[in-house]
């Protein structure tokens, strides 16, 4: 604050934490700043609303998202949880190679993880944070991984990645589990082939982090080799009444690929696909990735 010297700030951050943007937006406003809070869900780094009237934003929970940069000075502010889950180590993993993966919020504490593993012989590495469409920090080759996150969004990424079954710590229930993504598999691997035989392919592009023309100028040439139709739509937010009412029936999200999975992969009128997928329907499943 001392260095951009705003006169208005907004902060925003992730549902989970209206709290603590409360807080900060409060603490904002004792230094004499006019304060907004958004009531605009982000969903991570990539999405950082600028177009709000605001000299500077203020961004809480994620890391930088480092294929992209705002515009406006945005301090991203973590908002780690440092306690240290107290789990049974499984033996399944004891004696063997494991690279540990983390969200945002417990990436702090994966040494201490790894210092416990050890003292049961596990041979473990710190791979550090995974997103949930960025797993460049994910090293093929462990004999097992373990990601420290709350719920199924970010293990279920590193196993759709990694095609096999990845081993997840919830630090606030202290529960280990096995996530498998065989069964999604198979069912992504199903539209990807239906996907092929429709000769129109529409994408869905964002706005900020989430404007992926890169992505869609590779989509778009690869299907043009095959004769295929390709329009693009911009949204800022996807909702299921919108994707049901566009009149085409293969459509890619390029703007959050993981909303075709765990948001719109149970829909049945349409075939939502992420990038990768729809490479692999226009080159053959064995080009099959996730996301990318």
Known sequence: MKEVKPKRVLVEGPPGLYRQVDEVCSLIEGLGIECFKSAMPTFGACLVYEFFPVDAIVH??????????????TLFLEVPYTRVPEFEIPKEIKGKRVQLLASAQHVHVLEKIKKKLESEGVKAEVGGLVLGCDFTNVRRGFDEYLVVAGGQFHALGVALYLKRE???VDPYTDKVEKVSPK????KRYWKASMASEEDVIAIIDGHEGQSREAIIRGIKMIAGRRKKKVKVYKSLILTKDFILNLPEKVIVIASCPRLAVDDFGEIEEKIVLAPGEVRASLMGLEYYSFPW
């Open 183 to 186: 069964r999604i598999l198979m």
């Open 166 to 168: 990845v081993w997840k």
């Open 60 to 73: 809480l929970g994620h890391f930088p998202y480092k294929w992209w940069k705002p515009r406006k000075p």
